[in-house]
């Protein structure tokens, strides 16, 4: 079990251009989440998935986000046309939700994209 | 929709001393209270949780408590450590079988003082 993992750590763009995260969930964890940190606050919730299906999405993903996970296991959250306002840290959790389980999420390093 | 206050923003504590971080939660439907610590340049890291059906719970040196008639729930650490120096945040969810979305609290910078 190596946890969560995000891939790329870092991320500058120039304000319109599209970019996309990747995340790689804890082995056998059906579930797996995306929030949005910026600074000095707690991650804010965007959207969810169990297993390929996206059950939840948050008011803060706009059209321009999408977010997807095919087969279950990563996941990738696309941003098209960025803005300045959306730098901040996104980060990935999952977990393993099944009838009386725990469902304890597990967050990844998280990718800090800057929008210049 | 669910609203955490978390108090205090900052908290410095002399090493040896205790340190206790309060969170307030609005929705009583609300039912499972997770603890993260957050380290520079680092995503959160779990350090204990509570149900709503436990008044308290004890891991070593960290202790949560649960207050559901005031909505309230702290964090407790005692013989605070340099390497305890991180932000902790507080959150809240409701599960329902469906998704246990968490809202955070805004964080508490903890600084420990050797």
């Known amino acids: ?80 046309r960025t803005e300045q306002g959306d730098s901040a840290m996104y980060l990935c959790a999952s977990s393993f939700f099944a009838s009386g389980s725990t469902d304890t999420q597990y967050f990844g390093p998280g990718t800090r994209l800057t929008v210049l | 929709g669910e609203n955490v206050e978390q108090h205090p923003s900052t908290l410095s504590v002399q090493e040896g001393d205790s340190a206790v971080i309060k969170c307030t939660y609005s929705d009583s439907a609300s039912n499972y209270f997770p603890w993260y610590k957050q380290e520079l340049g680092k995503g959160p890291q779990l350090i204990i949780d509570i149900r709503s059906n436990v008044g308290e719970k004890k891991d070593q040196r960290i202790a949560v408590t649960l207050n559901k008639t005031a909505k309230h729930f702290s964090l407790h650490i005692t013989e605070t450590q340099p390497e305890d120096s991180a932000v902790y945040f507080c959150a809240a969810s409701l599960s329902s079988g469906s998704a246990r979305q968490l809202t955070f609290g805004s964080g508490t910078q903890l600084t420990v003082l050797p």
């Open chain 1, 1 to 80: 079990d190596t946890g969560v993992s995000q891939d790329p750590r870092h991320k500058i763009t120039k304000r319109g251009q599209n970019v996309t995260f990747r995340c790689d969930p804890i082995s056998e964890h059906n579930r797996l989440y995306w929030y949005r940190q910026t600074l000095g606050q707690g991650p804010e919730f965007l959207t969810y998935f169990q297993n390929e299906a996206q059950l939840e999405k948050s008011r803060l993903l706009s059209d321009r986000f999408s977010a997807e996970r095919p087969k279950g296991s990563f996941s990738t959250l696309e941003i098209q």
